[in-house]
């Protein structure tokens, strides 16, 4: 595994101090503050962390009152024994058992699924499967179109009903700036490549795949985010789970956040490399496991590890957060580590100019060693990308799965990008790329405000356009996405195993291409349907992300 070790070695930094200190008002040293405010302050969450921050840090994490997490483990508890009643009777033949089972030569094998999820899928999901899945037949702007669909035998099999649900104001698309359009600069270009190039390109980019417009974008991309190169990837996920087993390999470290995203989780594990959870965000777990691999080595042998690459998004996708990029960064120089960023969500959403988190801390992209993100959110295409020096990524062209294997971008997607990248960054002769990242902060800011005066526990940072709306309570998750769409909102929630079990969620993601209107329409039907759910939950008690109890044995160890 030498070649990895060569990809990121002129990648290295000097090494500076974490900076990181007390602050006035009884603050935490990540920003948090200390203890219950009286019930008219406003909270805020402001970080000085010695000059690292140029901006206010806000972020928001209240506590789950007490009665709130008893009756959640209560409902589970009433849904678990309802469905072993259930399973008890389909193993009698009381009741119709309609999902798939092994046959009885197989029984002595180990099983396909988990017993526990199996259950779970069983007697939980399918109870308010008809929340996912909803088929949309038009584009996902600001509204859609909704094919109706019924059950008759309680979410097992669907039957559509040949009726179009029309105008849903849409909460769920990751359309943050609003490129996903029917027309528009964007689709006429993307139109006028079709009829050039076709609609696929059937060869991979070291073969008959690399077209003149793949070229274009990739420097394109180089300059938007200020590095020397970049690389495209017809696929988001597979930009990171087929890069990270390029960079590092056995006998190298990888520090991810326990809430990174499963492509990043996946990349890490067919590494090879040894893996080590942080706590989220939490600079004090990351520091000690930065510590304890530079003091202890490797496992056994006690040799120095080849390398130890840290592994974080730019904006955590289900909790709404925003990574401490500055302490971060401050921490990989002072312990000559590597950084991976994934900007999925935050590449156009976040900065002055769209141009990601980097830019929201006025940071240096120089700072940062791999730079990750997608096209599928901003830029209202399909796709991801790497940044970088020019030895990176010339040395992903040739030992990245990705690249070798997989077919090349499709050149109407291409175009797609092109045209609204140089929309963001004003190429186009218009501001209008300006004025839609501005208007997504506005909608950001106040939609979270508002949500937050009616009383929901909203997780998350300020600026972030994914906002959680924390539901908790199982039954609450399928009819608060029934009574939203009764009133023409479309929402998305989440559950068990995208997040915690007990911590059951609405996750809305804002667009510059909601008025001020719709907001204001889908914050009546939030506030009315949160009062019909009895949703708010919240008493203004923050929990500081270090105040969470953080035990020295909560990070886990693969070694092969």
């Given at each position: 595994m030498e070649r990895p070790e060569r990809a990121v070695a002129a990648l290295g930094a000097q090494p500076r101090a974490n900076g990181c200190s007390g602050a006035a008002h009884g603050a935490l040293r990540n920003g948090y503050v200390r203890g219950l405010p009286a019930p008219d302050t406003q909270i805020n969450h402001i970080v000085h962390n010695g000059g690292l921050y140029k901006r206010p840090f806000n972020e928001d994490f209240e506590e789950t009152p007490m009665l709130v997490a008893v009756l959640t483990y209560v409902g589970y508890g009433v849904l678990t024994l309802f469905g072993y009643l259930r399973d008890f009777m389909r193993q009698w033949k009381i009741e119709k058992c309609q999902n798939a089972t092994e046959r009885e030569e197989q029984k002595d094998f180990v099983p396909l699924y988990q017993d526990f999820e199996n259950f779970y899928n069983r007697n939980l999901y399918m109870r308010i499967r008809d929340s996912w899945n909803r088929p949309i037949c038009s584009v996902p702007g600001a509204k859609v179109d909704m094919m109706e669909r019924i059950s008759h035998d309680y979410n097992w099999t669907f039957t559509y009903t040949g009726r179009v649900i029309k105008d849903i104001i849409n909460m769920g698309s990751y359309n943050y700036l609003g490129f996903a359009q029917k027309a528009g600069t964007c689709q006429e270009a993307a139109a006028k490549v079709l009829s050039q190039y076709g609609a696929g390109v059937c060869s991979t980019r070291q073969e008959m795949g690399n077209l003149d417009k793949h070229e274009e974008l990739e420097k394109l991309v180089a300059r938007f985010l200020g590095v020397e190169s970049a690389m495209a990837y017809g696929m988001g996920f597979a930009t990171n789970s087929m890069n990270i087993p390029a960079l590092v390999g056995k006998g190298c470290l990888i520090l991810s956040d326990e809430l990174n995203h499963a492509s990043l989780v996946l990349?890490?594990?067919?590494?090879?490399?040894?893996?080590?959870?942080?706590?989220?965000?939490?600079?004090?777990?990351?520091?000690?496991?930065?510590?304890?691999?530079?003091?202890?080595?490797?496992?056994?042998?006690?040799?120095?590890?080849?390398?130890?690459?840290?592994?974080?998004?730019?904006?955590?996708?289900?909790?709404?957060?925003?990574?401490?990029?500055?302490?971060?960064?401050?921490?990989?120089?002072?312990?000559?580590?590597?950084?991976?960023?994934?900007?999925?969500?935050?590449?156009?959403?976040?900065?002055?100019?769209?141009?990601?988190?980097?830019?929201?801390?006025?940071?240096?992209?120089?700072?940062?060693?791999?730079?990750?993100?997608?096209?599928?959110?901003?830029?209202?295409?399909?796709?991801?990308?790497?940044?970088?020096?020019?030895?990176?990524?010339d040395y992903l062209r040739t030992y990245s799965h990705s690249a070798v294997y997989a077919t090349s971008l499709s050149p109407p997607v291409v175009e797609q990008i092109i045209t609204s990248m140089k929309c963001i960054m004003g190429e186009d002769g218009t501001t209008v790329g300006k004025a839609r990242v501005q208007q997504l902060a506005e909608n950001t800011r106040y939609f979270r405000r508002r949500l937050k005066e009616m009383g929901f526990i909203i997780y998350g940072n300020e600026d972030s356009p994914v906002v959680p709306l924390m539901l908790y309570m199982p039954a609450k998750i399928g009819a608060f996405g029934r009574e939203m769409l009764k009133r023409n909102i479309g929402v998305v929630v989440v559950g068990f195993p995208a997040t915690p079990i007990i911590e059951s969620r609405a996750r809305f993601c804002l667009s510059a291409a909601h008025t001020k209107e719709m907001l204001d329409t889908a914050l009546k039907e939030i506030n009315e349907v949160g009062d019909l759910l009895q949703l708010k939950y919240s008493r203004h008690r923050l929990v500081p992300l270090l105040d969470r109890p953080f035990d020295e044995t909560t990070y886990e160890e693969t070694e092969d």
């Open positions: 990349g890490a594990r067919l590494s090879g490399a040894t893996i080590r959870i942080f706590k989220h965000n939490n600079m004090q777990s990351l520091e000690k496991l930065l510590k304890d691999a530079i003091v202890h080595g490797q496992p056994r042998t006690r040799r120095p590890w080849k390398k130890i690459l840290i592994l974080v998004e730019g904006i955590y996708s289900m909790e709404g957060s925003i990574v401490r990029l500055p302490e971060v960064i401050a921490l990989k120089k002072k312990y000559k580590s590597y950084l991976y960023l994934d900007e999925a969500h935050s590449i156009g959403a976040l900065g002055p100019t769209g141009r990601g988190v980097v830019e929201y801390f006025g940071l240096s992209p120089e700072d940062v060693d791999v730079m990750m993100g997608t096209f599928t959110k901003s830029f209202g295409a399909a796709g991801g990308y790497i940044g970088g020096k020019k030895e990176l990524i």
